[in-house]
Nanobody, 117 residues
Framework: VQLQASGGGLVQPGGSLTLACVASGTIFSINTMRWYRQAPGKQRELVAVISSGGATNYANSVKDRFTISRDNAKNTMYLHMNSLKPEDSAVYLC????????????WGQGTQVTVSS
């Protein structure tokens, strides 16, 4: 099983980006999926969570600006980011609890988001 994150890039303050995280391999089911971010010199921060049923939760710092969603048929999770701020700059990593031949916690490789004018 692999998780592949994509969609990062350079965006101006106030702009928008959408990240995607695709799970591939032998997958029987995907439970909770999460987006984290890590900026240089800072601890990894949980940004958003979505359950298998679609329930969501957000860090206070991104609430009302970011939206997490998933397409179970495509084994894909998204993070729609609006009103981006320089402090949102970080490597964004996806994480998922996946039932394959066992149940494990899997990480993607991360995608860089830079918010700068």
């Amino acid at each position: 099983v692999q998780l592949q994150a994509s969609g990062g890039g350079l965006v101006q303050p106030g702009g928008s980006l959408t990240l995607a995280c695709v799970a591939s391999g032998t997958i029987f089911s995907i439970n909770t999926m999460r987006w984290y971010r890590q900026a240089p010199g800072k601890q990894r921060e949980l940004v958003a969570v979505i359950s298998s049923g679609g329930a969501t939760n957000y860090a206070n710092s991104v609430k009302d600006r970011f939206t997490i969603s998933r397409d179970n048929a495509k084994n894909t999770m998204y993070l729609h980011m609006n009103s981006l701020k320089p402090e949102d700059s970080a490597v964004y990593l996806c994480n998922a609890e996946i039932r394959t031949h066992y149940t494990g916690n899997f990480w993607g490789q991360g995608t860089q988001v830079t918010v700068s004018s």
